[in-house]
């Protein structure tokens, strides 16, 4: 196709037209107007107005009918990916009798490992105390290294020497003759250490029940910080928290607590004169004022998982005695809440009476029910006892108890 070729008189013609097109047309207004669509304000107050229809109705989604019987397509595979002959049940059974290849079997055979006794593995293990040993930071060496290899071999070793042990308490016949021969054994003469042949008795000592206690029941009462006042020091601070009692008390909001009382200076007086007189008590009242108050957790016989405790006391002259812990104790302090009443000026009044006839009931039920206990050694040199000590229906039988030394220091 030919160019187009414009003549000089063309060109002039479109140039006035389009020069002509340029002019804008001016309106009547100098700013520029802005043309909005507001809304009118609302010619009267809002007011609350109840409506009759439930709240949820334009909010809560509920499906229709027509959405609950359309059924959606579901695009898997027809099998779901799993080949399974539902037609014939032999298909997946295991022939017992079937031989192995000799390919596979390597892959049922436990790794051994063969002992490193070469001389080169010699020199590598070698450690020079001067040279910092080569670690690798690196979690799948810490995972999959050497030290990590069979770890299930090892599990469950000490439980299982444990058990080697013979089981004397399978009968009652059993029972008889492991009884009486705590009784036979009582009377060896403790020479060693059962198990430390350079260690050798200081002294030996007879264990018994504590006949003059037992029929009291023990508590261990265990503080979270010393309950000492911090005014009070030294001896007369031990004297004082000897006195010491523990009530279990309510605030007014209902929550229980546990107050610490201790005695005040004329109940420490009394305290003394009852000592020195050699009484159990003086028909007076014994006042003890609330020093601080703690939350408590108790665990006694009755309690899941409770372990039996016990305590020795030495008398001089006499032998060693022990007891036991029915209950164990533990107090934390208490935090003050923002607006409660203090309960500070507390202040606890006893007074003494003789026993009444259902708590003596209960100190001869204590007494007379049989006890079988197993005192084991102890390693750091403290009074410990190897023997059985048995009480049952006034029968009494006493172990020995080992002062120990190495070397001949009394420790």
């Not at 080949?83 to 032999?90: G, H, R, V, Y």
């Not at 005040?264 to 008590?281: C, F, H, Q, S």
């Not at 708590?359 to 009074?383: I, M, N």
């Amino acid at each position: 196709m030919a160019p187009t070729i414009q003549t000089q008189a063309q060109r002039e013609d479109g140039h006035r037209s389009s020069s002509h097109r340029a002019i804008p047309e001016r309106s009547g207004v100098v700013c520029r107007v802005k043309y909005c669509n507001s809304l009118p304000d609302i010619p009267f107050d809002p007011k609350f107005i109840t409506y009759p229809f439930d709240q949820h109705r334009f909010v809560q989604y509920k499906a229709t009918s027509l959405e609950k019987q359309h059924k959606h397509e579901l695009l898997t595979e027809p099998d779901l990916g799993v080949t399974i002959d539902l037609i014939n049940p032999d298909t997946y059974r295991i022939d017992p009798n079937i031989v192995l290849d000799p390919a596979d079997e390597k892959l049922l055979e436990e790794d051994i490992q063969a002992p490193s006794s070469s001389k080169r593995s010699q020199q590598h293990a070698k450690v020079v105390p001067w040279m910092r040993k080569t670690e690798y930071i690196s979690t799948e060496f810490n995972r999959y290294g050497v030290s990590n290899d069979k770890v299930e071999v090892k599990i469950g070793v000490s439980v299982k020497q444990q058990f080697t042990e013979e089981e004397i308490y399978k009968d009652r016949d059993s029972q008889i003759a492991a009884i009486e021969k705590t009784f036979e054994d009582a009377q060896k003469n403790i020479a060693q250490h059962y198990s430390k042949p350079r260690v050798t008795p200081v002294e030996v000592l007879p264990v018994f029940p504590d006949f003059k206690m037992w029929i009291n029941p023990c508590a261990q009462v265990i503080f979270d910080s010393d309950p000492a006042p911090k005014e009070v020091a030294g001896s007369a601070a031990v004297e004082m928290m000897s006195q010491a009692m523990i009530r279990g008390m309510m605030d007014e909001e209902g929550n229980q607590f546990v107050a610490y009382f201790l005695p005040n200076e004329d109940t420490i007086r009394k305290r003394k004169r009852d000592v020195d007189e050699e009484l159990d008590y003086m028909p007076d009242e014994y006042e003890y004022k609330i020093a601080r108050e703690y939350n408590w957790n108790v665990k006694n016989k009755a309690s899941k998982g409770y372990e039996e405790n016990y305590f020795f006391i030495f008398r001089d002259g006499d032998g060693v005695y022990y007891n036991e812990l029915e209950t164990r104790v533990r107090l934390s302090k208490r935090r003050a809440k923002a607006g409660a009443q203090s309960t500070t000026n507390a202040v606890l009044v006893c007074k003494h009476r003789d026993m009444n006839e259902k708590e003596l009931e209960a100190q001869v039920w204590k007494w007379t029910r049989p006890h079988t206990h197993t005192f084991w050694q102890h390693s750091d040199g403290r009074p410990y006892s190897s023997q059985k000590a048995f009480i049952s229906c006034g029968r009494r039988q006493g172990g020995e108890i080992e002062r120990e030394s190495d070397g001949g220091a009394i420790q």
